[in-house]
């Protein structure tokens, strides 16, 4: 067993007593070699996959750990428990997904409970449906946190909830794992993030290799009772990996109400902006694998199309300084504008006051940016790989394009230069984002929800 591999498996299998067995194969063999899944089928259809039929082999194995414990029930009032690694103040499409959820969930009469990571304090505490978790910043990520499973209060909840939605494969989802086990409840997983590229980000005696990142995926989400991804390429890549749960592809919608409210931040007099001069907005989290880069270089030529032109780059992270020299290198200085972290309000009064949304990532799995950016009716122009392709209709809401910067310059100032089409496509872009809301997304969850429960309770005794 490789060095990386062995102490992965180390720290998913033993890093406290709370998680001991989450990840064992189900031999009992601690092998590399054997992540024998539970049973079910390697492939099934987007949307048509039998959750019932799936589940009965998952869940019989809950049931026959746990019946006396086990919490079943189809009640119309759900209780939900999120378990993430990631949430507020922390600021990423993660922890915008579990506001949303959350906020929409308890508008349709749910409770959701949240298990998440202290920031502030490294104390395990709560206040209402939170609570946070003692927690160690990670070493090679400031911002992110190692929860340790010590709550008292969390304990106290956990017996209560109907379903466990893990949000992470790291420490607290390796804990709703065990919860799930524990009380016999069904676990649904969601897979928010490409891991295989982020690796850079590890120290290189931690490093792993994207296979075995892949294999740790497939272990951790074939002892859950069902996954979703935010995008049907994402979906695909999971199935390659070996998982034989049922995979969903099923985007995040946002929570409309955010975008309807009267405009309150005036980005073109903050700029000082002229009236025949046009905004582009790039936002999200400045970081290596954005490509923020791209989007300079392009940029610049779009400037010698159109001199007109503002860039405002929206977020901070670890690459915001290397990419302000970037701007000044390429004489972007005066054009380009970094806000950094913006709240939501005033980052949506952004989006809405850009003529476009520009974005260079091909790594997204579903990309909240893209969303956000439509649902304020802002079209779109992007590197069309990964989880865009789903969320941005090619000619309809925006253009997607091959990572080429003069393809890139070209088509966007076409655009710019066609009122007529760019009115269009940010009326189709309002359309769409109302289609594809955070309600019809929680209804979506909870048919799943729904079927995992129904499955268990319809099983023999």
């Not at 406290?16 to 989450?22: D, E, I, L, R």
């Not at 400031?142 to 466990?164: H, N, T």
């Not at 080429?404 to 710019?416: H, I, R, S, W």
Request: hydrophobic share 40%; charged share 20%; with cysteine.
């Amino acid at each position: 067993m490789s060095r990386p591999f062995s102490s992965a498996c180390s720290i998913l299998k033993s890093s406290s007593g709370f998680w001991t067995n989450c990840m064992m194969p189900r031999c009992g063999k601690p092998s590399r070699d054997c992540w024998t899944p539970w049973p079910g089928p390697t492939e099934h259809a987007n949307c048509g996959a039998d959750v019932a039929a799936q589940a009965a082999g998952c869940t019989s194995r809950a049931k026959g750990r746990s019946a006396s414990t086990a919490n079943w029930s189809v009640a119309p009032e759900m209780k939900i428990g999120f378990f993430s690694d990631t949430y507020r103040p922390q600021i990423n499409g993660v922890s915008t997904v579990l506001l949303t959820l959350e906020r929409v969930f308890t508008r349709m009469g749910h409770q959701v409970y949240l298990f998440v990571p202290a920031y502030a304090s490294r104390r395990a505490s709560s206040s209402g449906n939170v609570f946070r978790f003692p927690a160690l910043p990670v070493l090679y990520r400031k911002e992110s946190r190692f929860a340790l499973p010590r709550s008292r209060e969390a304990r106290r909840v956990f017996g209560q909830l109907d379903v466990i939605h893990s949000h992470t494969p790291f420490s607290l989802g390796l804990l709703g794992i065990r919860v799930a086990r524990k009380y016999g409840l069904p676990h649904v997983h969601t897979y928010h993030t490409l891991f295989t590229d982020y690796l850079h980000y590890l120290p290189r005696p931690l490093r792993l290799t994207p296979r075995m990142v892949e294999r740790i995926s497939a272990a951790f989400c074939n002892r859950c009772d069902a996954v979703t991804t935010p995008s049907r390429p994402m979906r695909q890549t999971l199935l390659s990996y070996g998982i034989v749960r049922p995979v969903y592809a099923l985007p995040f919608g946002l929570d409309m109400s955010d975008f309807s409210r009267p405009l309150r931040y005036d980005l073109r007099s903050e700029l000082e902006l002229a009236p025949d001069e046009r905004v582009l907005i790039c936002a999200g989290r400045l970081s290596q694998e954005k490509n923020v880069s791209f989007v300079l270089r392009a940029f610049e030529l779009m400037l010698a199309r159109a001199a007109k032109l503002r860039l405002v780059i929206a977020g901070d992270g670890p690459a915001r300084a290397q990419l302000e020299k970037e701007a000044r290198a390429l004489n972007l200085a005066g054009r380009t504008v970094f806000t950094g972290y913006l709240e939501r309000s005033k980052l949506i009064d952004y989006y809405k006051a850009a003529d476009l949304f520009v974005y260079g990532s091909k790594t997204e799995t579903q990309g909240i940016v893209y969303s956000e950016a439509l649902a304020s009716g802002t079209p779109v122009v992007a590197v069309g790989e990964m989880g865009v392709l789903d969320v941005v209709k090619d000619g309809t809401t925006g253009l997607l394009l091959p990572e080429d910067e003069t393809a890139f310059a070209e088509a966007a100032v076409e655009l710019l230069h066609d009122p007529a089409r760019l009115r269009r496509m940010g009326q189709a872009a309002l359309r769409s984002a109302h289609e594809e809301s955070a309600e019809r997304s929680c209804e979506q969850l909870l048919k799943i929800y729904r079927e995992l429960i129904e499955a268990a309770t319809s099983l023999p005794a």
